[in-house]
Nanobody, 120 residues
Framework: QVQLVESGGGFVQAGGSLRLSCAAS????????MGWYRQAPGKERELVAT???????NYADSVKGRFTISRDNAKESVYLQMNSLSPEDTAVYYC??????????????WGQGTQVTVSS
């Protein structure tokens, strides 16, 4: 069974840093785009950053210059380094990947989410 497992969330004071990790597992044939989304209480889920299989990246304006997405294709993993965190970054962060499992079509998969809480 193909799945994404996140880790690295937690509680941090404003100005601090956290690093999120997400690893894909299962019988994976290929991985295309990978990324991070977040959902704050009472708000819709929003894009944070994406990484293409070719190495391209894209960021939400609100995190540019503070967050960095990276991936390790050999480990089938994607990471999100978050610096200069503010209370507005408090949310559940979800890993996302477009993957193809063996004997299946390409699908979009989501992780279970990891809570990031930033105190003022």
């Amino acid at each position: 069974q193909v799945q994404l497992v996140e880790s690295g969330g937690g509680f941090v004071q404003a100005g601090g840093s956290l690093r999120l990790s997400c690893a894909a597992s299962g019988s994976i044939s290929s991985i295309n785009d990978m990324g991070w989304y977040r959902q704050a209480p009472g708000k819709e889920r929003e894009l944070v950053a994406t990484s293409t299989s070719g190495g391209g990246t894209n960021y939400a304006d609100s995190v540019k210059g503070r967050f960095t997405i990276s991936r390790d294709n050999a480990k089938e993993s994607v990471y999100l380094q978050m610096n200069s965190l503010s209370p507005e970054d408090t949310a559940v962060y979800y890993c996302n990947a477009e993957m193809r499992a063996y004997y299946d079509v390409t699908r979009v998969y989501w992780g279970q989410g990891t809570q990031v809480t930033v105190s003022s």
